[in-house]
């Protein structure tokens, strides 16, 4: 017996979402199933519901296969979600859009808790969501929140002077932003430099899919810090990718001594890229996923 | 929008039809997307396609093959046989849903082949080609020369060195044991016994050139036009695989031929 899938257009600005169901899951609200958390899955960058290399239906459906339902979602403007009219900012319309998922869940499945995660931007916008909402108890953010530090800093200089041409782009970026931005570490203003990784240009035919731009970092710290006063769980998963997370402590140099911190885990990936590319890369990630759901099923 | 699972029911596909927003025409347009990591950069692409039709008056349905996008399956699971059977499928659905007597396919890179080899079946007014690939083997080994390039790009890695990856593995998916073959068997002949229909080719500037398809085509009496379009995929740039294809200048050309030609 395998997953079975349906679709759901959510609230009044119709988002889209595809919900897996477990083998045998008639998918009313007292099925045994109903009592797990409801897991949802948002937009990695500007890449539809299904996930850069399809990881997002593959997780989805191992997950189910385990036992949890599922949502992939398409937040306003992305993928079949229309964008959503006014002068609302986007990070507020993707919360809205996913709560509004998320009480319909509650209606027609029974959901009374949730598992956010995303993959980049996705994970900005699953922080978000747990934070409005007192209904989810875990956040799974994939390259989430990276800021530099002194050594992720210094890794990445030693990497880019060792590579060709590295030396004379390092010297550009030092000459317009490497002196700011090192006066800025050492004051302890870790806040990222604003750095748009789209490739598309105006009347170009392509637009990158992945851009993302983090909050101040004291501002996370603290909305984290109020996450876990609430007992929510997170899953940190970091690739070897350009993120700017490179050590295995950076995690925890960035956010020195959380309180709660025995309710994350930090999964460090070096040799994977941003979006897992390689099936082994992506073997792991799922297996990281599936331990952090179950934890969360039996506690 | 109406998104909708149909067909088998042990292995669904997923497809969205997009209604006639001005007046209706007797006539669909089935969207055939294309496979792989170049799915996930056309999704955007199709979707602008489908509205701008389903503006011009016609009935239009994308749809995702079995082991691609939200459809039943993955990838190292499909069969040629399996995905001819989808376009029928699809097709049938847009008859059933919308009472549409005439069908028109659009098919992108392998999903312009796909409803190439499937017209025999469907017997389409016009085949929109974009990008299509004629040669199944070049297809393959371009792909598999980017996924090498891809293992050891140095944007994409920040510790140097070749990764390693399953030998079925490509751009991201597995395409199992059988399928590479399959695919591999496709060549310019496999794709000309077209029934009557108007034909348009649409090639990327970066795209080869399809004099031998078109000229091929005109010999046995077809109409065929063949089109450039600004709206570039690149798809064997390493640099592009995680770009969305913006298909404005491509849509435009869609929408005039099938309002000038689908009669």
């Given amino acids: 017996m395998s997953v079975t899938e349906r679709v759901h257009l959510f609230g009044e600005g119709g988002a889209l979402g595809i919900v897996t169901l477990p083998p045998g899951d008639p998918g009313t609200v007292d099925a045994p199933a109903a009592g797990n958390p409801f897991l949802v899955i948002l937009n990695a960058g500007l890449v539809h519901r299904i996930g850069p290399f399809r990881l997002s239906v593959d997780l989805a459906r191992r997950l189910a296969a385990r036992g949890s339902r599922v949502l992939r979602l398409d937040l306003p403007g992305i993928g079949d979600s229309p964008a959503r009219g006014g002068s609302a900012p986007v990070e507020g319309q993707a919360v809205d859009a996913c709560r509004e998922a998320m009480n319909h869940l509650a209606e027609r499945y029974g959901a009374r808790t949730f598992m956010v995660g995303g993959l980049c931007a996705g994970a900005v916008h699953a922080h978000r969501v747990g934070l409005a909402d007192p209904r989810v108890e875990g956040v799974c953010l994939l390259d989430g929140y990276v800021y530099p530090t002194l050594i992720s800093q210094a890794r990445r200089v030693a990497v880019t002077a060792r590579r060709p041409q590295g030396l004379l782009s390092l010297g550009r970026r030092l000459a317009t932003q490497g002196a700011v931005r090192l006066g800025s570490i050492l004051s302890g203003d870790s806040t990222p430099p604003k750095e748009d990784r789209s490739t598309g240009e105006a009347g170009d035919s392509r637009v990158g899919l992945f851009y993302q731009s983090w909050p101040p970092v004291q501002s996370a710290r603290a909305d984290i810090e109020r996450m876990l006063d609430r007992g929510v769980r997170f899953l940190f998963v970091y690739t070897g990718g350009w993120s700017g997370f490179n050590y295995p402590g950076q995690f925890d140099d960035i956010f020195p001594s959380l309180p709660g911190r025995h309710q994350i885990t930090v999964k460090y990936y070096p040799d994977a890229d941003h979006t897992f590319l390689t099936l082994k890369d992506r073997e792991a990630l799922f297996q990281s996923v599936e331990q952090f759901v179950a934890g969360a099923q039996a506690s | ?263």
């Fill in chain 2, 1 to 263: 929008m109406i998104p909708m699972f149909f067909g088998p029911s042990d292995s669904p596909l997923f497809g969205s039809l997009h209604e006639p927003e001005s007046a209706a025409r007797d006539h669909g347009v089935l969207l055939c997307p294309p496979v792989g990591q170049e799915h996930v950069r056309a999704h955007w692409a199709f979707r602008q396609v489908a509205i701008s039709l389903s503006r011009a008056g016609f009935h239009c349905f994308r749809f995702d093959w079995f082991g691609v996008g939200d459809s039943a399956g993955d990838l190292a699971s499909a069969t040629l046989a399996r995905w001819k059977e989808d376009v029928a499928s699809a097709a049938q659905e847009l008859r059933d849903v919308t009472g549409v007597r005439k069908v028109s396919l659009l098919g992108l890179r392998f999903g312009g082949t796909l409803a190439t080899l499937a017209a025999g079946q469907i017997r389409p007014s016009c085949l929109v080609l974009w990008d299509p690939v004629p040669d199944g083997a070049g297809y393959l080994s371009e792909l598999r020369h980017l996924h090498v390039e891809l293992l050891s790009d140095p944007k994409r890695y920040f510790r140097e060195g070749q990764r390693a990856s399953r030998p079925a593995e490509i751009v991201g998916f597995d395409f199992g044991a059988d399928l590479p073959a399959e695919i591999e068997g496709i060549h310019l002949d496999s794709l000309i016994h077209i029934p009557k229909a108007r034909v348009c080719l649409i090639r990327s500037s970066s795209s080869p050139e399809f004099a031998e398809f078109s000229e091929r085509l005109r010999n046995r009496k077809l109409e065929v036009e063949v089109h450039t379009t600004e709206s570039d995929g690149r798809w064997s740039a390493a640099s592009e695989i995680e770009t969305l294809l913006l298909p404005a200048d491509a849509v435009r050309t869609i929408t005039d031929y099938l309002v000038r030609r689908a009669s």
